[in-house]
T-cell receptor
Framework: KAGVTQTPRYLIKTRGQQVTLSCSPI?????VSWYQQTPGQGLQFLFEYFSETQRNKGNFPGRFSGRQFSNSRSEMNVSTLELGDSALYLC??????????????FGEGSRLTVL | GNSVTQMEGPVTLSEEAFLTINCTYTATGYPSLFWYVQYPGEGLQLLLKATKADDKGSNKGFEATYRKETTSFHLEKGSVQVSDSAVYFC?????????????FGTGTKLQVIP
């Protein structure tokens, strides 16, 4: 079974630009979560989608948004990029209870550098 | 709200040393507890889990016991190897309002030297 796939793996943008990251979950997984990982702040929750609906959202500004499609693939978008948005963005998929055990399956991440 | 507190890193050990990484949590009810590991350049992967009090999760020589009385889930390994060098994250999952919410600790970097 294929794992969680994130694209692109690496990207460089300049301040003020916008970026879209993509995540394809494991087949059959309908829950997709996004996390931002930085050396200073650690792993921070961005949002979670289930069946095309955002169910949970972390404390990030409105510049960060996401969506989920009917095939469970998800995208996240960051507009008006700032230097502080440089980070590794991780996507995770999971089966939802009662079928799931709560385990998150992570992709390898998209490393964003903002210059 | 829910929270997870891990010991500060980095932790540097010699090969074959004993490892303990402390993790305590705050949550209402009965959360499930997890340890995830992140190797350099990779995403996180599940190391072990425990879903109820007194459960012991184990994998690849690592163990952790769900202690409700002390709200802890400390990670241990009797003899570490260089290949165990990675960042370790403690996490809890709490079912709330019909969906699952996962809270991660800040991560503890482990470096094992030959």
């Amino acid at each position: 079974k294929a794992g969680v796939t994130q694209t692109p793996r690496y990207l460089i943008k300049t301040r003020g630009q916008q970026v879209t990251l993509s995540c394809s979950p494991i087949s059959g997984h309908r829950s997709v979560s996004w996390y931002q990982q930085t050396p200073g702040q650690g792993l921070q929750f961005l949002f979670e989608y289930f069946s095309e609906t955002q169910r949970n959202k972390g404390n990030f500004p409105g510049r960060f948004s996401g969506r989920q499609f009917s095939n469970s693939r998800s995208e996240m978008n960051v507009s008006t990029l700032e230097l502080g948005d440089s980070a590794l963005y991780l996507c995770a998929s999971s089966l939802v209870a009662p079928r799931g055990t709560g385990e998150l399956f992570f992709g390898e991440g998209s490393r964003l550098t903002v210059l | 709200g829910n929270s997870v507190t891990q010991m500060e890193g980095p932790v540097t050990l010699s090969e074959e040393a004993f490892l303990t990484i402390n993790c305590t949590y705050t949550a209402t009810g009965y959360p499930s507890l997890f340890w995830y590991v992140q190797y350099p350049g990779e995403g996180l992967q599940l190391l072990l889990k425990a879903t109820k009090a007194d459960d012991k999760g184990s994998n690849k020589g690592f163990e952790a016991t769900y202690r409700k009385e002390t709200t802890s889930f400390h990670l241990e390994k009797g003899s570490v190897q260089v290949s165990d060098s990675a960042v370790y994250f403690c996490a809890l999952r709490r079912d709330s309002g019909g969906y699952q919410k996962v809270t991660f600790g800040t991560g503890t970097k482990l470096q094992v030297i030959p």
